[in-house]
């Protein structure tokens, strides 16, 4: 059999976080030679998880064209580079979040793009929430219509991860421009999704011990499940295993909240335990915690732990999240892009620039 031709490919992982997208285009056969994030935090995970990849640590609207040439040795027009921006997509969320905090994050598009329009990387790929497509003061439009000008093809839309092997239904929008082939695609959907539910992937069966809540992991495994107020604990003990809800107790005067005092139908989700059989809900930053989504156990009477959080994401059983933090933790796990759906965009790259 004739040997398989190696990708000349390579990368800069823009907002790479703790490397989630670094870690799939690795794995996919791109060499990635740097993420840049603004966080210190997710230095040493980067670094440790990513060998050979460079963490640089830069508030992006600061960071010169000149220091990356000197970090990189990067050059013009170079048709085998690819740019990843995966800004922080906390503004652009349909979800509960502090817009005044995320603000100033918004239009870091912008700066991307004048990275973009310096170096002119013969690929780009843009990953965001579905809000960032939809609201009328996202820079998406004017940074497509730059593409258009700057003779890049490109193709988009909102993709499930759930369709690129990552048992989780995490709807987002994707994008991924070309200026050196003259047909690109996002990536295909596979259409066998029956085994990415949570029972294939966490529970005894696949390693992860019984644990209660409050429950601290030392080795680098981080089983580790958040702790739980007495209240919070007669909450999930009155939930039903499998999937249920706060509805179960919805007419218990101790355990209701005031908040959902005749709001059945608000944020049904919260307090709720995962299904067995079913794909995981969207993990975010949150995750850690059941007071802000359906992040409880299926069986145990806890939220599901940092390292289940981490393999309902993809990651690799033996990437290490440093920090003595275990909010600092799951917050790179669910800012993360899940490596598994990082390796189908590599893929479908490759395959564009294997083509005539």
């Known amino acids: 059999m004739q040997a398989k031709k190696k990708s000349n490919l390579r990368a800069v992982d823009f907002f790479c976080s703790a490397g989630g997208m670094t870690a799939g285009f690795r794995k996919a056969g791109i060499k990635v030679l740097a993420g840049i994030d603004i966080d210190p935090a997710c230095k040493e995970t980067y670094e440790k998880n990513n060998k050979g990849s460079k963490f640089i640590l830069a508030d992006i609207s600061q960071l010169t064209e000149e220091h990356i040439v000197s970090e990189l040795n990067l050059k013009k027009n170079d048709d085998e580079l690819i740019f990843i921006g995966c800004s922080p997509c906390q503004y652009y969320t349909n979800m509960q979040t502090e817009k005044k905090k995320s603000k100033k994050t918004k239009m870091l598009l912008v700066d991307f793009q004048r990275f973009v329009d310096h170096f002119k990387p013969g690929y780009i790929v843009i990953e965001n929430v579905p809000g960032f497509e939809r ?28 369709y690129y092997n ?15 082939k003259n047909k690109i695609e996002l990536p295909k959907p596979q259409k066998n999704i029956k085994h990415l539910i949570v029972k294939n992937y966490i529970g005894k069966e696949n390693g992860f011990e019984s644990i209660r809540a409050g429950h601290k992991d030392e080795s680098v495994f981080i089983h ?30 101790e355990l209701q909240l005031t908040c959902y005092i005749k709001k059945d139908t608000t944020f049904q989700d919260v307090y709720g335990r995962m299904f067995w059989d079913h794909p ?11 007071s802000n989504g359906r992040y409880g156990h299926p069986e145990e009477n806890r939220g599901i732990s940092l390292r289940e959080g981490a393999i309902l994401q993809t990651f690799p059983r033996r990437y290490k999240f440093i920090s003595k933090h275990p909010t600092t933790i799951a917050r790179m796990i669910g800012n993360a892009v899940p490596p598994e759906l990082a ?13 005539n």
């Open 135 to 162: 609201k009328k003061d996202s820079p998406l439009q004017k940074f497509k219509e730059y593409l258009d000008e700057n003779d890049y093809i490109y193709d988009d839309g909102i993709i499930n991860a759930l």
């Open 280 to 290: 995981a809900p969207t993990l975010t930053t949150k995750f850690y915690s059941i």
């Open 166 to 180: 990552v048992p989780q239904k995490r709807r987002r929008y994707l994008l991924i421009a070309t200026r050196v």
């Open 224 to 253: 580790t499940a958040a702790k739980l107020a007495d209240i919070n604990l007669k909450r999930i003990k009155a939930t039903p295993k499998d999937g249920g809800t706060r509805l179960s107790w919805k007419d218990n005067p």
């Open 343 to 355: 390796k189908r965009i590599g893929k479908a790259i490759i395959s564009v620039e294997e083509t």
